[in-house]
């Protein structure tokens, strides 16, 4: 197990800085000059040249790329070049929040999505498999953002369940957890359903039956603890998509995490937040796709790694 992972590990590198390439091209060739929205429209040349010196931007590409990297192996993502303060510092103080609100999407829609896809399938071919059909379909093609501003107004605006916005009680995260897990929870279901009905229609499961072992005993021991390797892999995909998706969901419900800040920093030309924060985002995206692979053999006794 230890040789995998560290073999998993060494696979994810040039993933990692291939993110470090793309983000810091994308970001440079974006439209704007950082340091003359720094400067104010009315500096004079000379105070926005000082501006440019401070912060690197006036040295060529290749220059700027190496020192990115070097600062970057030693820990340091630079400072903002909006509040002047460290990366390091915002990450710290705003990532926590992502967490919690992909913490609580991700549960919203296990919690969910498992049980409504073993029920239609259970079911299949009747009116409660198609309702369940019918909903995930709805739930994959809702966008987020919509439904989110429905949600504030029907169950914040108008019966006052629920605080607007921002972030504190165990009420605010509510509604912006059930926002950003809608898709994954329609995801997570038809992935179960379809899961389940192909293990439902394997041969154990027929024996079980034959045997006279009760129905539910053999949905949950025997059908639904081989169909959640698949459904894990979703689970795990969707867990990483749901903090760099939750940029939206933050930005709706002035939710204080890592996408509100990415979006605060692109509108000003923040490069080092931008490039720290996507950075962010696409390592955690890597580390759960990893843990996601360790947990497999957990799941399913017939899995090992050598």
């Known amino acids: 197990m230890l040789e995998y992972t560290l073999r998993r590990i060494l696979i994810a590198l040039p993933a990692i800085f291939g993110v470090i390439v793309v983000v810091f091209a994308m970001v440079r060739l974006a439209p704007g000059d950082p340091a003359v929205l720094l400067a104010g429209e009315f500096a004079d040349q000379a105070t926005i040249e000082r501006i440019r010196e401070r912060f690197g931007l006036d ?14 192996a030693q ?11 460290l990366v390091t510092e915002d990450l710290a103080q705003f990532f926590p ?18 049980p409504a896809g073993v029920l239609s399938a259970v079911k299949r071919n009747t009116w409660v ?5 019918f909903i995930a379909l709805l739930g994959v093609s809702m966008p987020v953002f919509w439904f989110g501003l429905l949600a504030i107004l029907f169950f914040s605006v108008d019966l006052g369940w629920f605080p607007v916005a921002g972030r504190g009680t165990f009420s605010h995260v509510v509604l912006p ?7 994954s929870t329609a995801i997570i279901a038809r992935m179960t ?10 041969d154990y499961v027929r024996t079980a039956r034959a045997k006279g072992v009760l129905g539910r005993t053999t949905i949950i021991k025997h059908a639904l603890r081989n169909a959640l390797v698949p459904v894990v892999t979703i689970g795990g995909l969707e867990f990483g998509r749901l903090m760099a998706g939750a940029v939206l969901t933050e930005t709706v419900f002035t939710w204080p995490g890592v996408g509100r800040l990415l979006v605060d920093s692109i509108l000003a030309r923040d ?26 053999g957990l799941i399913d006794p017939r899995i090992r790694y050598d």
């Not at 359903?193 to 394997?202: A, G």
């Open 59 to 72: 040295r060529s590409m290749p220059e700027q790329f190496a020192a990115f990297v070097s600062n970057l």
């Open 129 to 133: 498999d198609a309702l369940v059909t």
């Open 97 to 114: 929040n992502t967490l919690e609100l992909a913490f609580g999407a991700i549960i919203v829609a296990l919690v969910i999505g498992i």
């Open 271 to 296: 490069y080092p937040v931008v490039q720290g924060a996507v950075l962010l985002i696409a390592v955690s995206f890597i580390v759960v796709n990893l843990l996601v692979d360790l947990i497999y």
């Open 75 to 85: 820990g340091d993502l630079g400072r903002s070049t909006r509040t002047n303060r």
């Open 177 to 183: 957890a059930i926002t950003l897990g809608v898709s």
């Open 193 to 202: 359903r379809s899961s389940m009905l192909e293990v439902l229609d394997q």
